[in-house]
């Protein structure tokens, strides 16, 4: 397909093309006009110092979205501050946060003969997603407060790493602390009678990267706010002004609003932005088929025979992929391409082109899925260059977390000046991190949201200078939906950041937290939630003895602290230490969600290009012991699994306290639900195949335990007649759904904040709770986490491009692109592609929805077909 636009004249766009010799594999390319800077003058109220400092760094005035969020903050108003990449959202908050601190501190000195802490004087606490972020914030902050000339702002980080002495120190002296909400939840929270002069004088809480706070996280995060709002509250009397700064999303008011527990109408949103921007051309590019082995190892993340693994007791999660450090994948083989026409990985064809693109000097950003990804683009590139010119090899280099801040610091200088050409990275580079005005950025696979690609793409161009971008696809039906399918990329509205704190499984635990700080009275359940729901869930608190009630409110009486009933992060309990059993080494580690699945007895674990295999898992001990051994094969586990729908009022199943209840809604004789699920799973064998050409050598049973997951499923039913009817006959009806399954986990992240291994999916030609063949897709974290819910709102346009990406692809019989999933536990068999079509074309006959709920069903059991 020839470029739709004019565009096709950015001078970079013939590298990519290698002349036109590739110009098959670009799908589209699309071109954003620059826009100009909008400047306002500095505020009246502005600290002239602070001033004097921002233009001694170069900012002669400011940007018009900068003065507009910082005057609404200045005015106490709660901010929702959605701008580009590197639009300078820190001036917005530092400048009315930094000012009020000095205030407060000229008050002091004024004040003859007062005792400095009796003052009472504004203190500021910056939160981010990650340690890194926040002492790079700490960096820039020391650089203005240095430019500014003042010496009276003491400004320190504080986390879970800082020693006792120095948390000391900022809880008596520190004006403004940036930490992360870990160590809210964790530390300074529960401590909070050592930390009631920052409460006290706590004037404003700025919110950083406040997008990365989606699903689950997300709804801790907001639960934590609300605990830290009361205790301020508690203390000071006052309510401090919350400045959320995020990437641009869709409607951050609304989602500002549901962070902090208040209406959308206190929360000023300031989305206009003033920064300039270049010229930018955004490019969806396909790697060609090819015709040689059909199999290469590559650097993408897999969670292979692990659908979603699930735990007993430990509350568990699949890694958060905004966490830099989460993308790490150092355990398993992906096997791309295992299709009839595969096509080359995305992160082969990124090398190639970041070593085009840095050969004609062009300064380029590779993001990549996962830390190896990175690690591997960048080895690819250097080996294209090598033959070249070495000093050309030694001018691109990984960067990625795990690496040493000093070493981050160095990576980031060099690209900025030019040392550097290239530079492969994980998302770590997405937030935060002041690099900009690139030439180039290729994006090797579907970041997930359209968010995340606009924050990487933002990286490049500059006034004066086009930016190109490129989307390269992964063999994945999202990836090839999307590059075939632009108006999706360019013309759909930004993901909203999904999250949701009255998730029963976040909320209790967070209530116990709150309530151990401080007792809970009945005029504080509104600030945790609606009041009826919050009572809801305290009335079980109570009756499991968590906490005791009494007239005044409710009691958290135990010795242990609250804060360890909830890991915000949902990292699932301890991970599994991967340890060398010669030497005790440790290799490195594995979560506990995925540990079953990835080195169980037997596993062959892969490490920086070394193997090993697995001795012995000790489930008890949190370790896996293994060996150094050169293997010809790879390990593949099998999980089986069974969901369950909780119906209401069943005593054998009763549902999570407070969830939402079970939903309902016709098409005809189709039948859609959301609701509570139990999904119950075990890694029960592995095989073992030869690598590369996969031949399976052997399978072996396993004795793991099986592990249960509470969560929320959108599911729908179909009978047989309506199945028939559709041409689907009994043997096909199995592959005709697992294959709609696979395909409908791929697409969901179009229409929610995830990705697919957010989810999990179970198919059945006859399930026990609906009586009729049934698809399920469920959020792969306890109680759920507002994805399947999603799906169910959206159900007719989900359906419609799932069966749209699945009919589209040119393949006979099913691929990766289409219908196979990364990520099956059941081998991707039994998988029909043209069934599927005619499954969800009979579904789609009978849309749109809106008839009316329909009684819940009775229920009894048997297994499923896992996905
Ligand atoms: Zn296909
Ligand atoms: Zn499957």
Redo the contacts with the bound molecule.
Sequence with gaps: MPPETSSADHPLLDVLTARGARSDRLKHARTFPARSAQHADWPDWADPQLVEGYQALGVERPWTHQVTAADAAWRGENVALASSTGSGKSLAFWLPALTAVRAGRAATQDGQGRIESTVRRSTVLYLSPTKALAADQLTALTRLLDAAGTRDVRATTCDGDTPSEERRWAAEHADVVLTNPDFLHFALLPAHRRWTRLLRGLRYVVVDEGHAYRGVFGAHVALVLRRLARLAEHYGGTAPTFVVASATTADPAASVARLLGTSADDVTEVSADGSPAGRRTVVLWQPPEITGPAFERSGSTTADGH?AGVSDDDPWALPDPLDPAANEADAVLTVEGAAEHPRRSATAEVADLLADLASHGARTLAFTRSRRGAESVAEQVRDHLRPVSTGLAGRVAAYRGGYLPEERRELEQAIRSGDLLGLATTNALELGVDISGLDAVLVAGWPGTRMSLWQQAGRAGRAGADGLVAFVAREDPLDTYLVTHPEAVFDAPLEATVFDPGNPYVLAPQLCAAAQEVPLRTEDLARFGDPARVREVLDVLVARGLLRRRPSGWYWTHAQPAAGMADLRGSGGRPVRVVEAATGRLLGTVDAASADGQVHDGAVYVHQGVTYVVDHLDLADHVALVVRRDVDHGTWSRDVMEISLEEPGDPDHPAPEGSRPAQRREWGPVTWGLGPVEVTSQVVSFQRRRIPDMQVLDTEALDLPSRTLGTTAVWWSVPDHVLRAAGVDADETPGAL?AA??AAIGLLPLLATCDRWDLGGVSTAQHPDTGEATVFVYDAYPGGAGFAERGYELGERWLRATRDAVAACPCAAGCPACVQ?PK???D?SPLDKAAAVRVLDALLRHAPDGSPPSAPRPRPSTPAT??
Excluded: F, Q
């Design positions: 659908p697992h399954e696979h999933s099956c536990g059941n991707n896992a996905s």
